[in-house]
């Protein structure tokens, strides 16, 4: 394994890096390009131009590294389950009774 080519650096406590992409978008990218896979596959099977097929999927492999990549490198290992996060945060809380605010006490 010391002559691999590619290197898998992980260390104590650090989440998994491979080519830059970070954490869940190595496993994103792979989705991505299974997708493609079988895009492929079905286009040829229903006859269209193996050219044009190849070059369809070439675009939207391109476009899906680079997003992929964007991705990473804008969020980083947790930040896009962040963003999610704060998005189901509500902005402001109403309150119309100080009910809440008085202790009771224990008799």
Same mark, same amino acid.
Do not use: D
């Given at each position: 394994?010391?002559?691999?080519?590619?290197?898998i650096?992980?260390g104590i406590?650090k989440?998994?890096?491979?080519? !830059? %992409?970070?954490?869940?978008y190595?496993?994103?990218?792979? $989705? =991505? #390009?299974v !997708? %493609?896979?079988?895009?492929?596959?079905?286009?040829?099977? $229903? =006859? #269209?131009n193996s050219?044009?097929?190849?070059?369809?999927i070439?675009?939207?492999?391109? #476009?899906?590294?680079?997003?992929?990549?964007?991705?990473?490198?804008?969020?980083?290992?947790?930040?896009?389950?962040?963003?999610?996060?704060?998005?189901?945060?509500?902005?402001?809380?109403?309150?119309?009774?100080?009910?809440?605010?008085?202790k009771?006490?224990?008799?």
């Amino acid at each position: 394994m010391a002559n691999s080519v590619y290197q898998i650096n992980k260390g104590i406590n650090k989440s998994i890096e491979f080519k !830059g %992409l970070k954490a869940q978008y190595i496993w994103y990218l792979g $989705a =991505g #390009v299974v !997708g %493609l896979l079988i895009l492929f596959a079905a286009m040829y099977i $229903a =006859g #269209v131009n193996s050219f044009i097929c190849i070059g369809i999927i070439l675009i939207a492999g391109s #476009v899906l590294v680079f997003k992929v990549y964007g991705m990473s490198n804008k969020y980083g290992e947790h930040g896009m389950m962040k963003e999610l996060a704060k998005r189901s945060v509500p902005k402001t809380i109403k309150c119309n009774s100080r009910k809440i605010f008085i202790k009771r006490s224990k008799r």
